[in-house]
């Protein structure tokens, strides 16, 4: 059987389950839930899954779930679909939990109708017979690198090390044995097509800053007190005016916000929170980017008097994305869309874990449509229900075939290459970002 006849019945056997699968993206989008807390969003993983009469593995980095399907054509690589649980917190979001404020305004819950639509239609098709090596489906947890303060209490608890989920999974061995990796995210831009691949992504280190000053009465006495917001505030604009010391090749972006601004308005404030991101395209234009963004956290402890703790965490590495398991997907793409609707993608300069695998493995991160509004918005929304939950499985599931047939001979190629950094160099690079300053001015 050759591989288009192979793509040919799994793509049937992934139309007769259309239904079902759409069903499980809107089940999942109607009970969003926030990284590492994705209970019920990995149950329905997990039961899906053994449905198929796969033996998953659940609870990894808390919440993953992990099932594998040997190819019975011999030995191979293995080659990891992957699918993103988490929600984010977004303001206003007709579909928001009442409770944590989770929304799915990123399109996570199409990734995961698009990985279990796979696995269907592999299995349904018996498409294992004519592969090669070993595919494994997994649901990820903890992507969006919010709720900042709860996973570090997480992590000093000892239940976390990373505060996202691949890196999570990395460090606790949960990719020790894969090769290389892909996934499909959504996309609501125009400029995106309805498919396309980026060249890259940025990466980011994450902070969090508590100013510490000295409470008073704001109104009978603000002479006593040292006044930690506008401390906050000499620092948010210092941040502002080294802007333009950003080099535009780096791609730097710099987005703080205020998490606690004081206790109550006739109180000098005298604790206030900060987290924020510095992004940028390489490893070398992040950490000279920090050390710029700590100089202006200092200048506003120093202008108050005030106490600034520092704490940085490692973020998520920049990413690059494979040429050949790209041209592979460019091809499934121009038979499912349309080449007029496929897009070479350029640089984008948000941050994803998936960035974190691409420096021990090859890895794909495409864009497939069928949102509107924006990302992370509280207009973003499914607006074409086939083409976001429908086509990423098809998708994943040619790239599966296009990896692992004909002898794996795909998924050899893509090995061939040394990725940038092993897993033990990785780990230890990550760690040895993390630090906590006090600054006393």
């Not at 759409?22 to 999942?28: S, T």
């Not at 299995?123 to 919010?146: C, M, N, S, T």
Request: charged letters at 25%.
């Amino acid at each position: 059987m050759t591989r288009d006849d192979l793509k040919r019945d799994v793509w049937q056997a992934i139309d007769r389950r259309r239904d079902e699968i759409i069903a499980l993206g809107e089940q999942i989008r109607r009970h969003p839930e926030l990284g590492f807390k994705e209970f019920k969003t990995s149950r329905i993983v997990e039961d899906t899954l053994a449905k198929l009469g796969l033996s998953p593995r659940s609870g990894l980095a808390l919440t993953g779930v992990r099932a594998d399907l040997a190819g019975r054509a011999g030995d191979g690589p293995t080659f990891a679909l992957l699918g993103e649980l988490d929600a984010l917190v977004v303001a206003g979001h007709p579909d928001a939990d009442p409770a944590t404020g989770a929304a799915h305004a990123c399109g996570h819950n199409a990734q995961i109708a698009g990985l279990l639509g796979a696995a269907m239609g592999l299995i349904d098709a018996r498409a294992a017979a004519h592969l090669a090596g070993r595919l494994v489906f997994f649901a990820v947890p903890a992507e969006e690198y919010g709720d900042i303060e709860w996973r570090v209490s997480q992590a000093r608890a000892g239940k976390l090390e990373f505060l996202g989920g691949k890196p999570e999974l990395l460090r606790l061995g949960h990719f020790d044995d894969v090769d290389l990796a892909m996934m499909i995210h959504t996309t609501a831009r125009p400029e995106d097509g309805k498919a396309g691949v980026p060249g890259s992504n940025n990466g980011c280190i994450v902070k969090t800053v508590r100013y510490v000053g000295r409470a008073a009465h704001a109104g009978g006495a603000p002479w006593m007190g040292v006044n930690a917001l506008y401390a906050a505030q000499i620092a948010l604009a210092a941040i502002n005016a080294i802007r333009e010391t950003f080099r535009d090749e780096d791609t730097i972006r710099v987005h703080p916000i205020i998490t606690h601004g004081g206790s109550q308005v006739n109180v000098i404030p005298g604790d206030v929170r900060l987290e924020t991101y510095v992004r940028g395209r390489s490893v070398e234009a992040i950490l000279d980017a920090n050390v710029k963004v700590d100089r202006a956290l200092r200048a506003g402890a120093l202008a108050l008097g005030a106490t600034v703790e520092i704490e940085t965490l490692p973020g998520y590495m920049p990413m690059h994305c494979d040429a050949t398991m790209a041209a592979h997907f460019k091809q499934t793409m121009t038979r499912l869309v349309g080449e007029e609707h496929y897009r070479q993608i350029g640089h984008r300069t948000g941050s994803t874990d998936m960035g974190d695998l691409s420096q021990v493995m090859p890895v794909l991160h495409p864009y497939i449509g069928g949102a509107r509004g924006s990302g992370h918005g509280a207009d973003f929304e499914i607006a074409d229900t086939a083409l976001a939950y429908v086509a990423p499985a098809k998708a994943l599931a040619a790239m599966a075939i296009d990896m692992l047939a004909d002898g794996a001979a795909g998924a050899r190629e893509v090995v061939g290459a040394r990725p940038p950094m092993t897993r033990e160099h990785y780990l230890s690079f990550q760690r040895g970002i993390a630090r906590r300053e006090v600054y006393e001015a």
